[in-house]
C-alpha cells in the first residue's frame, strides 16, 4: 500500500505566500518524477510544477518565477513554494508520484486527496 498525503493549503490573500508539502508512505522501493497538479471549479487538473528524481524541475508558464518545486528524497516529500499568489492561483492542489513499491519492477502512477489553497483578493 502506498499513500501520498498533501498538506498547507488555506485561504491566504493575493501577495502572500503558501507552502505545500505532500509525503509518500507505504511499500516503495523508488520514487520517480513527482508532479504538483491543480484544478479549479469547472476547469481541468492541469499541471503546476514537476521535479526529477535528479532534481530536474519544469513549471507552467503561469507559475514561473513565483512558484518552486523540491523535493527531499530522504523523506520521500515534495514542496511546493508559491510566492506572490493571485486569486486566479485558487484551486484543489493534487501531488503526483511515479512510484515503485517494494518486489516489483512496475512504476505505477500515485495521487494525493488534495488541499484546497484559496487566494482572496
Known amino acids: 500500500q502506498v499513500q501520498l498525503v498533501e498538506s498547507g493549503g488555506e485561504l491566504v490573500e493575493a501577495g502572500g505566500s503558501l507552502r505545500l508539502s505532500c509525503a509518500a508512505s507505504?511499500?516503495?522501493?523508488?520514487?520517480?518524477?513527482m508532479r504538483w497538479h491543480r484544478q479549479a471549479p469547472g476547469k481541468q487538473r492541469d499541471m503546476v510544477a514537476a521535479?526529477?528524481?535528479?532534481?530536474?524541475?519544469s513549471y507552467a508558464d503561469s507559475v514561473k518565477g513565483r512558484f518552486t518545486i523540491s523535493r527531499d528524497n530522504a523523506k520521500n516529500t515534495v514542496y511546493l513554494q508559491m510566492n506572490s499568489l493571485k486569486p486566479e492561483d485558487t484551486a484543489v492542489y493534487y501531488c503526483?508520484?511515479?512510484?515503485?513499491?517494494?518486489?516489483?519492477?512496475?512504476?505505477?502512477?500515485?495521487w494525493g486527496q488534495g488541499t484546497q489553497v484559496t487566494v482572496s483578493s
Open positions: 503526483y508520484a511515479s512510484i515503485r513499491r517494494r518486489g516489483t519492477m512496475i512504476w505505477s502512477d500515485y
Open positions: 507505504g511499500s516503495i522501493s523508488s520514487i520517480g518524477v
Open positions: 521535479v526529477t528524481s535528479g532534481g530536474s524541475t
